[in-house]
């Protein structure tokens, strides 16, 4: 068992299962066909319709584990290259964005080859636009009418929430700031998570938080919390977190 006392907590929580798939042999030594490398928007999205997407702005990059001709990605703002075993990369000790996102990305690819998970890849083109229509009907759904705060700006998805819900969105990238979905401004400064709890009756969390080591403090909220991407997939599954992600590929 790796100490994770000075890393996020969530690490702490996946050991046992990263743990126990690499007691099969036949994974844990595979060599060679794990490759992480970042990928350019137009492989990413395709094209979405609009051009605001962290991607599109080099703000942040996916990251690709191949394992067995099945791929994991994850959002990173940390992108390098990585060929190891299967063991090499899942025992990185995740302690910056880089390690998160190499052990995050082949734990994706991973449990998709051994059919655990599926949507592992992003949605390209106009499947941004209807995962945010699915998006709102889910939370209808599910929950009528709340007061939504999404942290972590999907430009698709505020736009389509923003028409339909009371919504904050907080975001960490200064650029963001202020920038208008229908009435609904991002903020980037000024807030706290537990000062949005009070506020809402859902977060919307990015799952791309357990890449840059925030993600521990949505994980004891008592307000529901729903978290979105492929980036998070793997994670949520061994995890048992509410997670959306309908048009991964």
Not at 1 to 17: G, T
Not at 34 to 44: D, F, G, M, N, V
Request: with cysteine.
């Amino acid at each position: 068992m790796n100490d994770y006392s000075w890393v996020p907590r969530v690490f702490a929580a996946l050991d046992p299962h990263i743990a126990n798939l690499l007691k099969n042999r036949n994974l844990s030594l595979l060599k060679v066909n794990i490759a992480c490398r970042t990928l350019t928007s137009e492989e990413a999205l395709g094209d979405p319709g609009r051009d605001d997407f962290p991607l599109q702005k080099g703000k942040e990059k996916l990251m690709q584990a191949e394992i067995a001709g099945f791929a994991g990605q994850a959002f990173t703002d940390c992108p390098g290259n990585f060929a190891g075993t299967v063991e090499n990369i899942l025992k990185l000790l995740p302690v910056n964005n880089f390690n998160r996102a190499a052990v995050v990305a082949s734990l994706n690819a991973l449990l998709r080859s051994i059919n655990k998970i599926e949507g592992t890849i992003h949605c390209k083109d106009s499947g941004p636009r209807l995962c945010s229509s699915y998006l709102v009907e889910e939370i209808s759904g599910r929950y009528g009418r709340p007061k939504i705060a999404m942290v972590g700006l999907q430009p698709a998805m505020a736009e389509a929430l923003s028409a339909v819900f009371s919504l904050r969105i907080v975001d960490l990238d200064q650029q963001n700031k202020e920038k208008r979905f229908n009435d609904t401004l991002v903020e980037t400064e000024g807030y706290s998570v537990s000062e949005l709890e009070k506020w809402c009756d859902l977060l919307l969390v990015t799952g791309s938080t357990i890449i840059n080591g925030t993600i521990d403090q949505f994980l004891e909220l008592k307000k529901p919390v729903i978290f979105f991407g492929t980036t998070i997939a793997g994670p949520a599954r061994l995890l048992g977190l509410n997670h959306f992600c309908p048009l991964g590929i």
